[in-house]
């Protein structure tokens, strides 16, 4: 396996009040360039579109709001898409408003879903909204749905990410919920939904669930298994994306201790935690699932939380295109990994530089934005 070398651990992904750490500097071919000067935002969590024709971008900001404005660098005013901040819990700098998804279908049925933290009891809560019916600009606050609702013992690694995938079925990221070393064992726990990635079906309902549970998922009809989970042993994915041509589901799991990950998902699969963290043994037990190796890690010489992002499918970048883009939250390194045919053959550096970068994002035009907690949010600019 490749490895990278990399820096001291600091914490998991939303240490949000931690300073830049690293020192400043680019290489010569790319540069990190703001996308939007005439934007700010509180904390941004999440930049994308809503695949509905207009060329706008959404973004999420921890506190409980979604943004939205035009795809323009000229783009000086942005709209409140939803504000969610009264029901938001953010007591922890990981919790928050963590994950925006728009359904495949939102241009003709306005339905897009949100992942968030809430109090009383901690829990993390999916829900469905609908954009509302005389204003594409505005969500219709009261037209929200509960789906799915996961109680949270420690206000940390809460993941998450939601994406719709090539099937149409919502995946979501759910951490092991929280404290250090998965107390609670739930990384190998089937019985749970902590530590997993999850694949529901929100276009059907029933048997008491505001969804189905796709038939083929791979635990259905296994014994006290949640049916629910679609692979596990996931410390705290942050971050998740389909490669929009192969389909491969790639996530970014924040280390421990030592190592960060990035993993291909695959049905079923057992990716360790927390017998071990990355490919290194943490806590080792008996199981008798096959553990699954990240195609990717670094240790914390470099690095110490990782922000997983996109395999690159724009036309700007036409260097990186095929790349898996990614960065590291505490010293803010970005890299483009090149992985073909079961092997790693690259992993560039492309910046040193001192932002945490907490998300990546694209647009209708699978254009690479980040997502920056100076308030910014930019684009990779290539000599």
């Given at each position: 396996m490749t490895r990278l070398r990399g820096a001291t651990h600091l914490a998991a992904i939303a240490l949000l009040a931690i300073a830049s750490c690293s020192g400043t500097g680019t290489n010569a071919e790319t540069d990190l360039m703001s996308a939007f000067p005439g934007l700010t935002f509180d904390r941004p969590l999440w930049i994308g579109h809503a695949g509905d024709g207009s060329d706008r971008l959404f973004v999420v900001e921890q506190a409980g709001l979604i943004r939205v404005f035009e795809n323009d660098p000229s783009v000086e005013s942005m709209t409140t898409f939803l504000d969610l901040h009264t029901k938001v819990r953010t007591s922890h700098t990981e919790e928050g408003m963590l994950a925006l998804a728009f359904h495949p279908k939102y241009a003709d049925n306005g339905l897009f879903f949100v992942y968030y933290s809430a109090s009383?009891?901690?829990?993390?809560?999916?829900?469905?909204?609908?954009?509302?019916?005389?204003?594409?600009?505005?969500?219709?606050?009261?037209?929200?749905?509960?789906?799915?609702?996961?109680?949270?013992?420690?206000?940390?690694?809460?993941?998450?990410?939601?994406?719709?995938?090539?099937?149409?079925?919502?995946?979501?990221?759910?951490?092991?919920?929280?404290?250090?070393?998965?107390?609670?064992?739930?990384?190998?726990?089937?019985?749970?939904?902590?530590?997993?990635?999850?694949?529901?079906?929100?276009?059907?309902?029933?048997?008491?669930?505001?969804?189905?549970?796709p038939s083929d998922n791979p635990f259905v009809d296994s014994v006290g298994a949640r049916g629910e989970i679609w692979a596990y042993g996931l410390r705290n994915v942050w971050r998740m994306s389909f490669d929009s041509m192969s389909g491969e589901l790639w996530a970014a799991d924040v280390g421990q201790n030592l190592w960060e990950e990035i993993d291909l998902i695959v049905k079923g699969g057992n990716y360790g935690w927390n017998i071990r963290e990355g490919a290194h043994p943490y806590k080792p037990a008996e199981t008798t699932a096959p553990l699954i190796d990240p195609i990717y890690e670094y240790d914390h010489s470099q690095g110490a939380s990782i922000t997983g992002g996109y395999v690159y499918r724009g036309s700007r970048l036409k260097d990186l295109y095929g790349a898996y883009i990614y960065a590291d939250f505490v010293t803010g390194t970005i890299w483009a990994l090149r992985y073909e045919v079961g092997e790693i053959v690259e992993n560039k550096t492309l910046l040193l530089q001192p932002k945490n970068i907490s998300s990546f994002g694209i647009d209708a035009h699978n254009e690479l934005y980040l997502c920056a907690f100076d308030g910014k949010i930019y684009r990779i600019d290539s000599e």
């Open positions: 009383d009891p901690r829990r993390g809560v999916l829900s469905r909204f609908r954009v509302s019916t005389d204003d594409h600009n505005h969500a219709d606050p009261t037209s929200e749905t509960v789906m799915l609702e996961i109680e949270q013992p420690y206000g940390n690694h809460n993941g998450s990410t939601l994406v719709f995938g090539p099937d149409d079925f919502l995946y979501m990221s759910l951490g092991d919920g929280g404290s250090a070393g998965d107390p609670h064992g739930h990384g190998q726990n089937l019985g749970t939904l902590l530590g997993s990635i999850l694949r529901i079906d929100v276009d059907q309902g029933g048997k008491g669930l505001a969804y189905a549970i």
